[in-house]
């Protein structure tokens, strides 16, 4: 499976952005989706993670600020990021996940997007 995203960009504090992850092939709908982050100096880290079924769960960090969400006939999954904050700056990467919950994932890391945010 090979994984485009797309969307990222330079925003201020307390901005939005609507990041996209394209994903080939026909697994996709069974898959279990991630977004993962890698802020400058720091482990990559998820984010947000998306079911099959659409069930969702966040990071501590951007609960009740990003909505992770999908669109199997696109096989596409979005990244909804509201109230950025300069702590959001990094570069954003989608994968399908090993588990649900997990760093783990299935395919090798795309180039991602990068999420500038300014104060």
């Known amino acids: 499976v090979q994984l485009q995203a797309s969307g990222g960009g330079l925003v201020q504090v307390g901005g939005s952005l609507r990041l996209s992850c394209a994903a080939s092939g026909n697994t996709f709908s069974k898959s279990v989706m991630g977004w993962h982050r890698q802020a400058p100096g720091k482990q990559r880290e998820l984010v947000a993670a998306i079911s099959g079924a659409g069930s969702s769960r966040y990071a501590e960090s951007v609960k009740g600020r990003f909505i992770i969400s999908r669109d199997s006939s696109k096989n596409t999954v979005y990244l909804q990021m509201n109230n950025l904050k300069p702590d959001d700056t990094a570069v954003y990467y989608c994968?399908?996940?090993?588990?649900?919950?997990?760093?783990?994932?299935?395919?090798?890391w795309g180039q991602g997007t990068l999420v500038t945010v300014s104060s």
């Open positions: 994968n399908r996940q090993r588990a649900y919950w997990s760093d783990y994932v299935l395919d090798p």
